[in-house]
Each structure stands twice: as C-alpha cells, then as structure tokens.
Antibody, heavy 118, light 109 residues
Framework: EVRLVESGGGLIQPGGSLRLSCAASGFLFSSYNMNWVRQAPGKGLEWVAYISGDSDTQYYADSVRGRFSISRDNGKKSLYLQMSSLRAEDTAIYYC???????????WGQGALVTVSS | EIVLTQSPGILSLSPGERAILSCRASQSVGSNSLAWYQQKPGQAPSLLIFGASSRASGIPDRFSGSGSGTDFTLTISRLEPEDFAMYYCQQYGTPPTHTFGQGTKLELK
C-alpha cells in the first residue's frame, strides 16, 4: 500500500523557517518524481514544487521561488520542503504528492498544516 | 507560465443530470498533459483523468475527459450523489510549473 505521511507543520512567526518532511512507503521511491502542493484555508490547490526521482531537476512556483527548497533522500524514502522567509500568505495545508508515471498526481499525503502568524 | 481558467466557478445540478466542466489554458498544453482531480471536503484530491482523456484506475466510466491544445472538458454523464465536490484541472506538460486551475464547485441543486 502506498503511503505518504507528512510531518513538521506548525505555527511559525512571519520571517521564520520551517522544514516539512514526507515519509514514503509501499513503492520504489527513487523511481517517482514528487511534488509539494498546498491549499490555503477555503481556497484552491496551488502547486508549490517538483523534484525528479534522481534529484537532478527541481521546479518551483513563482510565489515560493528563492524562499523554498525541495529535496529528497532516496535512501530514507523521504521528501523535504525547506521553507524560509515565511509570510502569512504561506499559511496552508501542505500535501506531499507522487507524480504518476503516466502523468498527474496519483497519491497524496494527508497534509501538514503550516500557520504563519505572529 | 501557463494559466488555467476553469468554468463555471459553480455548477448547480441534480443527480442524474450531465455535468460539463471546462478548463482553458493560456497557451497550448504540451502533449495534452492535463489532469482532472476531485476533492471532497476535508480530503486530499484524487486523480480522475490524466493525459486529457484517460481515466485513472478505479474511476467509473461516467467520468470522461476530452480536449487538446488549450481547451479541455471533464464530463460526468449521469451525476451520482457522491459526485458533488470540487473539481480541479492541472497541466503538467510544460515546465517549469505544474499549475492548477482555480476549481469548479459542483453543487446539488
């Protein structure tokens, strides 16, 4: 069974930093490209970042480029999102999400809530 | 960067009716790399359609996707009570972004 479990969310002050982690199981992690997708309270989905299976390629949304960094450790079957210079508008549920080999996102974690507030 | 615009924002229909949801891209989506998702309150999204027209595993055949280039459609042929939810399109064919549309809420009339 494919499982994606996020951790590391919480309340953080504006300007602060936070690292989200996602523990993957039930599939060959290194073979899949991965994403972070977020959803602000009551709002739609926003794709945040993408990383290829071998970590060679990363893409970022304009809204987070230069502040967020996606990485992975295939040996630990883990995905990470390092977030810095956090703003109130970064408040959201952050989902770890697997890119399916034929396209689209086929598995999602349960989400980690990040709240940026003083 | 490709911008996806979904319409309508809200669609009010009854069970048994047909739903037609639109997703328009600001520029051509490479290789028809467009997906549709369903999201119910308090849940993560689930993949319905990939490659513009291929159903994901376990998705009922009342869901169908069509379109190419800049215009895409999700059709639900006969609405079941469990189909009332939010629907999002996403393009994944043109790096560097994998943008989502703003969503269509399918609500019970």
């Amino acid at each position: 069974e494919v499982r994606l479990v996020e951790s590391g969310g919480g309340l953080i002050q504006p300007g602060g930093s936070l690292r989200l982690s996602c523990a993957a199981s039930g599939f060959l992690f290194s073979s899949y490209n991965m994403n972070w997708v977020r959803q602000a309270p009551g709002k739609g989905l926003e794709w945040v970042a993408y990383i290829s299976g071998d970590s060679d390629t990363q893409y970022y949304a304009d809204s987070v480029r230069g502040r967020f960094s996606i990485s992975r450790d295939n040996g630990k079957k883990s995905l990470y999102l390092q977030m810095s210079s956090l703003r109130a508008e970064d408040t959201a549920i952050y989902y770890c999400a697997r890119t399916w080999l034929l396209g689209g996102i086929d598995y999602w974690g349960q989400g980690a809530l990040v709240t940026v507030s003083s | 960067e490709i911008v996806l615009t979904q319409s309508p924002g809200i669609l009010s229909l009854s069970p048994g009716e047909r739903a037609i949801l639109s997703c328009r891209a600001s520029q051509s989506v490479g290789s028809n790399s467009l997906a549709w998702y369903q999201q119910k309150p308090g849940q993560a999204p689930s993949l319905l359609i990939f490659g513009a027209s291929s159903r994901a595993s376990g998705i009922p055949d009342r869901f169908s996707g069509s379109g190419s280039g800049t215009d895409f459609t999700l059709t639900i042929s006969r609405l079941e009570p469990e189909d009332f939810a939010m629907y999002y399109c996403q393009q994944y064919g043109t790096p560097p972004t994998h943008t989502f549309g703003q969503g269509t809420k399918l609500e019970l009339k």
